[in-house]
């Protein structure tokens, strides 16, 4: 056995937003051995979608230590602290401005074995963010269908594809569906930016609320993903909760919040257009259906759910139809309800043993883009987080030597909360007079 599979290991985790703590947090449980001694540390990337601690709490992981940090932060922490595994749970430009950052600012020395991935289903920007997500160590992919794409993309542009690994979604589990519940319980899971307008989002509560009233006898959860002033990976413009606002609901319909899986738990038949919690309702064996009303579209992501078997329309729903998932379908996307989702990750741990007993260490990361390969794309991507070409921060970056003093902690605070009411009220505002 790899001495790292049993020494102790210090971990961290780099997040811009609570889905991506959630699965960068799980992701780093999963990737370390059940022998050794694990501490983490998570690093939460400051910017509009700074994950609240109501959200951090949901998660269930805890960390040694929490620090919201700007990306210059960030870095230097990284050459303070010395860690073996670091996990970058961040969109793809985000990624790729970190591995240039850690690149200059780790030099040949010493370095952790550099994870990321994809917090969920992949199906949109596939070559774009793949691209930017190369050079890391080891990229995640959440099923056997996700790992053939993402070797296809990177050998299609000449770009090393080793490093791409097969897991699963790190947040399944649960205990499996075994029968209806007393009240049967329908959930409806709803997406931030998914539909992304107020007449398709007012529709699909329409006939949420005309299903509770169609069957009394079950209990309807519009499952919600924050609470006002919260924000998520992806922008809400259109809260449930304020469209439901004023309206005459019926006692058997209900908003919830909290952990998906206590939700699950208690859920006979989950509805949603196109949200990971149907791959986690699949692994459970949960009938699970994903809606057609508003078309099958790659604008709202279910055309991701085209062979499942789990297409369905409100319709057919109000009727008594329930899906049946199609077992080869299911058994290509890393849902692994066959029961092998206990191996899922053992051959990314291996991966992760290897490289930390690599003699004389790891090589540099060695990203796909440079500023030779993309010169006209990387040094925006890495200026916006304050690098310039070559990964070193520019002259006039934010300092990294001192924490917010009270005063520059309110302005971002206050800064937060302009922007997330320019999201939520502004903006949808002036989109309608747009279209007057």
């Known amino acids: 056995m790899p001495a790292s599979a049993t020494k102790s290991l210090r971990v961290a985790v780099l997040a811009d937003s609570d889905t991506r703590w959630k699965w960068g947090a799980l992701t780093a449980q999963r990737l370390t051995p059940a022998a050794a001694e694990v501490r983490l540390d998570g690093y939460l990337l400051r910017g509009r979608a700074t994950p609240t601690a109501r959200q951090l709490t949901e998660v269930g992981v805890r960390a040694a230590s929490l620090n919201e940090v700007t990306g210059i932060e960030f870095l230097r922490a990284m050459t303070e602290e010395s860690y073996d595994v670091l996990v970058l749970a961040l969109v793809g430009g985000g990624v790729q401005a970190m591995l240039h950052g850690l690149r200059a600012a780790w030099g040949p020395g010493r370095r952790p074995v550099v994870v990321t991935g994809y917090v969920g289903v992949v199906y949109e920007k596939l070559t774009d963010g793949l691209l930017l997500r190369h050079g890391a160590d080891l990229v995640l992919a959440n099923s056997r269908h996700d790992a053939d794409r993402f070797r296809a993309v ?40 998914v539909p992304d307008n107020r007449r398709d989002r007012l529709y699909l509560l329409d006939r949420a609320v005309a299903h509770a009233r169609r069957h009394p006898e079950r209990e309807v959860l519009l499952k919600l ?163 310039g070409p070559d990964g070193v921060p520019l002259p006039g970056a934010p300092a990294a030597d001192k924490a917010p003093g009270p005063v520059r902690q309110i302005v971002r605070k206050a800064a937060r909360g302009a922007y997330r009411h320019g999201v939520q009220r502004v903006a949808p505002v002036i989109r309608r007079m747009g279209e007057l």
């Open 154 to 193: 990177y050998e299609g542009v000449g770009a090393d594809a080793s490093s791409v690994t097969e897991v699963a979604l790190p947040f399944l589990g649960g205990t499996p569906y075994t029968g209806e519940h007393d009240p049967y319980t329908v959930v409806f899971a709803v997406q931030p930016s």
């Open 225 to 387: 993903r924050s609470r006002p002033g919260e924000h998520t990976t992806h922008i809400e413009e259109l809260p449930y909760q304020k469209l439901v606002q004023g309206r005459d609901l019926p006692a058997n319909f209900r908003l919830v919040y909290g952990h998906m899986g206590e939700v699950l738990d208690r859920t006979d038949l989950l509805v949603t257009v196109s949200s990971t919690a149907a791959l986690e309702a699949l692994h459970r064996r949960i009938p699970t259906a994903v809606l057609t009303d508003l078309g099958v579209r790659e604008v709202l992501g279910n055309h991701h759910f085209t062979g499942s078997g789990c297409l369905a329309s409100w319709d057919q729903l109000d009727a008594g139809h329930l899906p049946v998932p199609d077992e080869e379908w299911v058994a290509r996307q890393g849902v692994a309800a066959d029961g092998t989702y206990a191996t899922a990750f053992d051959t990314a741990r291996e991966r992760i043993a290897k490289l930390l007993d690599r003699p004389g260490g790891l090589p540099p990361l060695n990203p796909y883009y440079t500023p030779e390969t993309a010169p006209g794309y990387l040094p925006g991507i890495l200026a916006r987080h304050h690098l």
